[in-house]
């Protein structure tokens, strides 16, 4: 008994005295050894009877400074002395009262406990590794009770960012944690609650973690959280603030240990994050959402598969901003990552990707500003209100979701988009509905490219929209519906006249399908009806229409980006063009006003009436589209255009007539005083064209008919030209009054330098150079017989029209008798050496002819002069007469008398001295321009008012090759 004494005697002393002692003294000496701080104990109790052990004021020091780093008011274990039977500490009670840790967080990104850590994996590291049966021995055997931690407190300060964040009541119950085979399968229901910066946080929860299936439950409640709080601690750096948002959890979690099959973590409750605000750094707002409430359905977390039954967002306000550098603001929002090429993931990491199943997204009252500063006016439009409703949305493959997006604004302008899509992969298959939108809200972006004002217009959609984005197929697209534009109206900026006004352009049945290997747009109808356009040549010179597409970089060589391919490299994929076809094109009620007031008081005319239509429009080279166009030219000329055409194909085809008539050429008197210096008193065009192209090679006709066109009187004009319009038009006109000019133009389109209009007009201004220079070319192009008209030749010395050269003059009297407005000049020349010759030989012969005379014309009544003949030996007699009466020198006989001498050698004598004048030449060249003029005269078709002769200043002409110079020339005026 006394030794029993003894022993409770010691264990009393030791319990209650002596360890108490010991552990105040060893603990703080080890712990300081260990951690390389202050650490101190107020008090040490122990209570060997009741297996108790208490420990109050206890605190470990920060590594510098009098501040407490960990410390706690008191701890209390009370072990139970089953324990010995159990074979493993069985505790009653462990309660941790007015806990505290003080961390800190410093700029360098450690922790003021990171030395420790440091410290303590040092010794792991050298310390003996434990043996096999060491770690696959039997667990220890254990049940702790009744474990609390009440009015915790937690200071974290973080210098890197300069924020505290505290934990005030922490507060932890847990009832029991056993392995005990017997207690295992009994759930253990913890408790946790705190207040983290002010937020209250509570959970609880039910738990077996030593059972086989670990199985835990927990109800996770938070209320008012400030998020931006924590938006610090993003892991990446972010463009952007979040300026409020508070956030509420009711969240339930639990784990699931399966002996045969994975585990299980599953997650639902629901979110709700209310007055949400994004902004720039700088401040201005990007999002705001009054109300964000996420519900989680059941999600099992460790399969990757999240489930969730509504998502609400109310009333969300995004304000969308494009800088002038073309930057939107809100990709602010996207955080930038740092580029790391990863390998593509393996079949088996596709196969376990993330999945995301939302049974309904639903956007209410939503609202989108938008902003455009890279157009010279910035843009802006309110888009509102915006609901949205998504329903099964899923990343899984091949599940598709519904969508119904709906805009209609107090204006009208409507938007509604309704369908399924799917985003793995992605594909859509929409209906469009879009109707009333405000084209005149574009005028920013019409701005930047032409200088057009859009006073009105409305533009609409409607049909259905299908795509795909398969990683096997690609991209492809296609559109099955109609668009509309409707009271379209704009001006010209510059002017503010009316350029364009159309009623209605509708686009229908329009089949459109994208896809990498081909692009078809099928149209059943375009219909333009009620349509008007203004074109107008300005005093300087310029068109507006070439005006309204000029904008401020035109003309300025844009440099090539960077990175840019070539030319070369782009041509195959250029070459790709789209399959069109367009059953019929409809024009309907169109009108064109055209004014130039580049000449004098200005021209204006109106192209009214334009209805045609173009039917079997294709791209296709083996197609071609027919074409029936008429319209009316200030409403009495008829214009009327037909054929066959495909100028959708790259191999162009052309084969139409286009007939114009009756219009009035009296209206064109501002363009005639300014480039000929002569109104147009009156007068009518017909045109007649036809144009075929194929093979890109051009063969037209351009037959122009212009009847009675009269000029007025002369106008001043210091453009006018110098060259005889009104000969040009005398020469053309033919006695019907009419001008019918036939234009044949042919040449390649792939020849830079060929242009139809400017070789028309240059064959008409050839035609007034040719008036000027050669108008007799001219009129012999027109009738026959060319620049010979311009002269008759004659025999030497002779006024005589030889029979031979009267069918000239007979073409020539045809063709004044068909241009009653020519008159001509007759003008006769001689040549003098011929002419003279013959003269003197013509006087010698009719001095013989004389002596005969006297005795023929009494046989021969009536007989002349130059119709007397000589019988043999009868012309020596005569000859011998002549020769005696002529007066100079002559030879005599012995006797003094006249000498008679050899028939030459009196001829010779006789020819010696006739003498020949300019008189006579002149009267030679007299008689040959009135017999001219008695032919033409005489024809009876020419009137006599209209020929004149002129008398010559000289009797010789100017130099011809291969004519004589005894000719008449005429002129034409």
């Given at each position: ?488 109206w704009a001006v010209d900026n510059t002017n503010f006249n009316d350029f364009l006004k159309i009623k209605t352009l509708a686009v229908k049945k329009l089949d459109f399908t994208f896809s990498p290997a081909s692009t078809s747009i099928v149209i059943k109808e375009i219909l333009l009806s009620d349509f008007y356009t203004r074109l107008i040549i300005a005093k300087d010179g310029n068109f507006n229409v070439s005006e309204i597409a000029a904008t401020g970089g035109a003309g300025q060589a844009e440099e090539a980006p960077e990175g840019a391919k070539p030319a070369e490299e782009t041509t195959e994929k250029a070459s790709k063009r789209p399959d069109i076809t367009i059953a019929k094109v409809t024009l309907k009620n169109g009108s064109v006003n055209f004014s130039d007031k580049l000449v004098g008081a200005g021209y204006s005319t ?368």
């Open positions: 008994m006394i030794s029993v004494a003894v022993f409770f005697l010691l264990y009393t002393v030791f319990g209650f005295l002596v360890a108490p002692f010991i552990l105040k003294s060893v603990i703080p000496n080890k712990l300081r050894e260990t951690l390389n701080r202050e650490v101190s104990i107020e008090t040490v109790r122990l209570n060997p009877y009741a297996l108790s052990l208490t420990v109050r004021d206890f605190e470990i020091k920060k590594l510098t400074g009098e501040e407490s780093f960990v410390s706690f008011e008191e701890f209390y274990i009370n072990l139970q002395s089953i324990s010995i039977i159990r074979k493993g500490p069985v505790v009653k009670e462990v309660r941790l009262a007015g806990p505290y840790i003080g961390v800190e967080r410093n700029k360098d990104e450690t922790y003021n406990f990171s030395d420790i850590i440091r410290d303590l994996t040092k010794e792991k590291a050298a310390s003996t590794p434990p043996t096999v049966e060491e770690v696959e021995g039997k667990p220890l055997k254990f049940s702790i009770n009744n474990i609390s931690i009440t009015r915790g407190s937690i200071d974290l300060y973080d210098k890197l960012k300069d924020l505290s964040h505290t934990t005030r009541d922490l507060n932890v119950s847990i009832p029991f944690v056993s392995n005990l085979p017997k207690e295992v399968e009994i759930f253990i229901e913890p408790y946790f609650s705190a207040t983290f910066n002010g937020t209250e946080f509570e959970s609880t929860g039910t738990t077996k973690p030593f059972a086989e299936t670990r199985e835990t439950l927990f109800d996770i409640k938070l209320s008012d959280i400030d998020l931006p709080y924590y938006f610090a601690y993003s892991p990446v750096e972010l463009g952007f603030n979040l300026a409020s948002a508070t956030a509420d959890l009711e969240l339930n979690l639990s784990y699931i240990q399966y002996t045969e099959k994975s585990p299980s973590l599953a997650l639902d409750g629901n979110v709700t994050v209310s007055n949400i605000l994004f902004n720039e750094k700088g401040g201005k707002r990007l999002i705001e959402l009054p109300l964000l409430k996420v519900d989680i359905a059941p999600s099992e977390l460790l399969l990757l598969d999240m489930n969730i039954k509504n998502v609400l967002i109310d009333s969300p306000v995004i304000d969308a901003e494009i800088n002038r550098k073309g930057t939107l603001n809100l990709l602010a929002l996207v955080p930038e990552m740092p580029e790391k090429a990863e390998p593509p993931p393996t079949k088996k990491e596709t196969e376990s990707a993330f999945t995301l199943d939302i049974v309904q997204v639903e956007v209410k009252n939503g609202k989108v500003n938008f902003k455009d500063f890279t157009t010279k006016a910035p843009f802006k439009k309110t888009i509102a209100p915006i609901d949205i409703k998504v329903s099964s949305l899923s990343t899984s493959p091949y599940r598709d979701a519904g969508l119904v997006f709906t805009f209609r604004n107090k204006a009208r302008e409507s938007v509604k988009v309704d369908g399924r899509f799917s985003i793995n992969p992605v594909a859509a298959d929409l209906s469009l509905d879009v109707d009333k939108i405000n084209l005149a809200l574009l005028q920013p972006y019409i701005s930047e490219s032409l200088k057009l004002l859009v006073k009105r217009g409305y533009g609409g959609v409607k049909g259905r929209v299908r795509l795909s984005a398969a990683e096997e197929t690609g991209f492809s697209s296609t559109f099955n519906g109609g668009v509309t534009l409707s009271r379209f109106d192209l009214l009436d334009i209805n045609g239509i173009v039917s079997s429009l294709s791209s296709r080279a083996d197609k071609r589209a027919d074409l029936a166009l008429t319209a009316k030219l200030d409403k009495y000329a008829p214009l009327d255009i037909s054929g066959k055409v495909n100028p959708l194909s790259e191999d162009i085809f052309l084969d139409i007539t286009v007939d114009f008539k009756n219009f009035e050429l009296s209206t064109l008197s501002p363009y005639s005083a300014k480039y000929i210096a002569r109104n147009i008193s009156k007068g009518k065009l017909f045109m007649e064209l036809k144009y075929f192209i194929e093979d890109r090679e051009l063969k037209s006709e351009n037959n122009l008919l212009i009847d009675q066109i009269t000029l007025g009187e002369r106008v001043e004009s210091k453009d006018a030209t110098s060259l005889p319009v009104g000969l040009a038009i005398s020469l053309l006109k033919n006695r019907a009054g009419e001008i019918d000019l036939k234009i044949p133009v042919s040449g390649s389109l792939d020849d830079p330098k060929f242009s139809v209009g400017p070789i028309v007009v240059k064959m008409i201004v050839n035609i007034l150079v040719k008036a000027a220079t050669s108008p007799f070319a001219l009129l012999g192009a027109l009738v026959g017989g060319g620049e010979e008209l311009s002269y008759v030749e004659f025999e030497a010395g002779s006024p005589v029209i030889l029979e031979a050269r009267s069918k000239k003059l007979d073409n020539l009297v045809t063709a004044l008798y068909d241009r009653p407005g020519l008159k001509l000049e007759i003008e006769g020349y001689a040549d003098i050496p011929a002419d003279t010759e013959s003269i003197r030989h013509y006087r010698f012969e009719r001095k013989v002819k004389e002596e005969k005379f006297k005795k023929a014309v009494r046989k021969t009544p009536g007989i002349t002069v130059d119709e007397v003949t000589f019988e043999d030996k009868e012309y020596k007699k005569y000859l011998w007469r002549a020769y005696k009466k002529m007066k100079f020198e002559k030879p005599k006989s012995k006797i003094g008398l006249t000498k008679k001498l050899e028939p030459e050698e009196m001829k010779s004598l006789m020819l010696a001295n006739i003498t020949v004048t300019e008189e006579d030449l002149r009267e030679l060249v007299s008689a040959r321009s009135q017999a001219v003029k008695e032919y033409i005269i005489g024809s009876g078709k020419v009137e006599e008012e209209r020929v004149f002769i002129v008398y010559p200043d000289s009797l010789t002409p100017k130099e011809k090759e291969n004519i004589s110079a005894g000719r008449v020339e005429f002129k034409l005026k």
